[in-house]
């Protein structure tokens, strides 16, 4: 079992920044990325980005592409998202998610453990 708790989400005026963490415990060593994913009221949960855990390749969204970074320290088994530019249309709950098979990663059904979310609210 992989146990993840996410920090870090607040409100935020347009145009601002913030930094999520996602510290994992358990049996990490199974980890073969970690992911963030959001969701906002009504929508479904939707890929935001992802990181291999070892080797720290990264791939992201689209619609987040150029202003969203993920990164991870190993030695505190942390992953961060670090957000720019922040848009109304960022607002949602946003969740860390480890994945053990390096398969669907840029999917929900790719994460076998999911840490309870923080909510990010940014305002116009």
């Known amino acids: 079992q992989v146990q993840l708790v996410e920090s870090g989400g607040g409100l935020v005026q347009a145009g601002g920044s913030l930094r999520l963490s996602c510290a994992a415990s358990g049996r990490t060593f199974r980890t073969y990325a970690m992911g963030w994913f959001r969701q906002a009221p009504g929508k479904e949960r939707e890929f935001v980005a992802t990181?291999?855990?070892?080797?720290?390749?990264?791939l992201y969204a689209d619609s987040v592409k150029g202003r969203v970074t993920i990164s991870r320290d190993n030695a505190k088994n942390t992953v961060y998202l670090q957000m720019n530019s922040l848009k109304p249309e960022d607002t949602a709950v946003y969740y860390c998610?480890?994945?053990?098979?390096?398969?669907?990663?840029?999917?929900?059904?790719?994460?076998?453990?999911w840490g309870q979310g923080t909510q990010v609210t940014v305002s116009s």
């Open positions: 990181i291999n855990w070892s080797a720290g390749s990264t």
């Open positions: 998610a480890a994945a053990v098979r390096a398969f669907g990663i840029d999917t929900a059904y790719g994460y076998e453990y």
